[in-house]
Structures are given as structure tokens and as C-alpha cells.
């Protein structure tokens, strides 16, 4: 229960038609897998706000490639300075070259201060490169509520 689906539409011409449903190939109840979603040509990216793979509602995001008109399972995401309850997938944006990943009750700038972590793609693998705090950041900020990385911009939402 609460594991959470993504479903993936294509347009016929007249009609948005079901192809695929995609589930975490680790998922279980609670997970929320697909609480952050994007798409970039051929990536698609998916956050799954509780899972507990480092600690309780810790987080992870999932990684799907477009291989013969199939969503294929490519990389599964985590951050170095993840812990326990930072909501890691919380939002999740890509450009196709690099991911940004909120993480909005981490704890790196304050008490849920909230943290962007950027992974670039090298090798056909995702690489964590960069964690970002506010430079102003303070106690239940909430930075990396919503993201959103186009080109060479990347705007986070801190409510």
C-alpha cells in the first residue's frame, strides 16, 4: 500500500492511451515512489520520498532509460550526505546531462534547513557532484521543496 506507480501515456493523435506502468523493482509499502517525477528525452526520473534505504523515509530516486520503446530500469540514486527522514526525491528535475534532487528536510544548513544535490552523467553512470544549501539558509526552510534545472539553470523552491 503507498508504494507508488508510475504510469506512462502516449498520444494516438486523438487520445492519451496507457503503455506502460512502472514500479520500483525494490518497492514496498510507504515507499512513494513517483512523489517526484521528470522526463528528458529519454530519461525519466523518479523520486520515492520514503524509502528507507539509509535510514527511515531517507529517500532514493530511481532512474529509467527509453531502450526499444520500453522504460527500462537504468540506476537507482542516493546522496553521500543523505540521512534519515531527509525526503531525498521530494522534487526531481533533468536537463539529460545533469539531475537535481531535493531533499527538503535535510538538515546540512539547519533543521530541515533542505538540501539540492546535483549528479552529472559520466560514463553512462550518475555521479553525485554537487550538494547545495541556501546561503541564507535557516531552521525548517524547506529548500529543495520544488526543482527545476533547464540548460544551465537551475531554480529551487524553498516555501
Known sequence: MRSGSVYIFNFN???WVEYQKITAHDGVADDRFSYG???HDDILVVGSIFDDDLGDDSGSVYIYKL???YWQFHQKINSINQEEGDAFG???STNGINIAVGSKYSNLGGVDAGSVVIFN???N???EVQNIVAFDSNDYDYFGSSVLLDEDKLIVGSP
Open 121 to 123: 552523467k559520466i560514463n
Open 13 to 15: 493523435g486523438e487520445d
Open 67 to 69: 531502450e526499444s520503446d
Open 90 to 92: 521530494i522534487s526531481v
Open 125 to 127: 553512470e550518475w555521479i
Open 37 to 39: 517525477i521528470d522526463l
